[in-house]
Each structure stands twice: as C-alpha cells, then as structure tokens.
C-alpha cells in the first residue's frame, strides 16, 4: 500500500534524476545492475515496484523530493503522463486536474466545453464542476463558445484551466 512508503525507503532503493524525471536503482536488484533506470507503463502512468506493490512514479517523486504523498493528486502541468519531471509536477484537487485533462475523444465541436444545440441551432458552452453541469450560454459560432467558456474557466481554476485558446493565457486543449 502507498502509505507504507516513505520517503527513506525510497531513497534507500532509488535515485531520483530530476532533470529526465526518472527513478533509477541504487542498489543491485536480482539481475538489474546498480544505475538501472526503473519503471514500466501502468494505466498511461510510469509505475515502480516499491516492495510488493507497483507505485506511481508522480506520487513517488513527490514523496521522495517532499517527504509526504500529495494531500489529494499530483497533476501533470504539461499533460503528458509520463513526464515526471518536478518542475511538470503540482498537487491538485481533482476538480483542478480535471480542468486540466484532455479532450475527449468523442468531442465533435474541436473545443472543450463546446457542443451543437440543435433545438436552438446554436453552439452552447458548459462546464462540469464538482459534478454539476453549469449552463453557460447559446453562441452563433463555436469560437464564441469557446473563448467564453475559457473564461469561465480561468476564473474557477486559474492556472489548472486547459484553454482552447491558450495564447489568452492557459495550456492548449487541442491537439491532445
């Protein structure tokens, strides 16, 4: 279980290189030589065998750089789930790393947040947050849209907030 894990522990098994944002093996393990990067896909995520159990490698680093599991979840600034960098890594609530995931992959409109309203033939903008959806208005164009919901968004979560315009300001949306 995570919360057998300290950071001790860790650095008695790993190092942490904070410029590739991998874990590497400070002593002999079976036949893994003593300098041999760690870690193996698990859910999108780098994982690492701590004991018994597979770790995630973002909970680890935190640990092992801080001393302490992040209070609730560790977001990847850049979105890409295997860059564990520290300088990619921040605690988040999960209301703030949903703002900042990707874009579905059944999304139809090209922005997050955007869909087709066919009984008013205009493009309505809403978000979810802390599970209720918040109707945000109907727009002639889905660029409308979709630069009003960022908006919205930047004012509940400021720098978590995956824009669809991130030159006002954010991470981009598209193209993930």
């Known amino acids: 279980m995570e919360d057998d894990v300290t950071q001790s522990i860790l ?9 590739d944002g991998h874990f590497y093996l400070r002593k002999n393990r079976s036949s893994w030589p003593v300098g ?24 680890m680093v935190w640990l092992y750089v801080h001393g ?14 295997t ?19 990707r874009m579905r992959k059944d999304n139809i409109s090209g922005y997050r ?3 087709w309203c066919s009984i008013t033939n205009q493009w309505r903008a809403q978000i979810t947050i802390n599970k209720k959806m918040e109707l945000l ?13 960022d908006e919205r968004v ?5 720098d978590y907030a995956r824009l669809n315009f991130p030159e006002n300001g954010g991470i981009s949306a598209r193209g993930r």
């Open 83 to 101: 860059d564990n960098r520290l300088v990619n890594l921040r605690e988040a609530t999960t209301t703030q790393n949903l703002f900042n995931s």
């Open 113 to 115: 947040g955007v869909s």
């Open 137 to 149: 208005g109907y727009f002639p164009t889905r660029e409308c849209a979709a630069k009003f919901r």
């Open 36 to 59: 041999k990067r760690v870690g193996s896909l698990k859910n999108g995520y780098i994982a690492i065998q701590v004991g018994a159990r597979k770790q995630y490698a973002h909970r």
């Open 154 to 158: 930047k004012e509940l979560v400021g």
């Open 68 to 81: 302490a599991l992040p209070v609730d979840q560790i977001d990847h600034i850049n979105g890409v789930r």
């Open 11 to 19: 650095k008695e098994l790993f190092t942490y290189d904070q410029d």
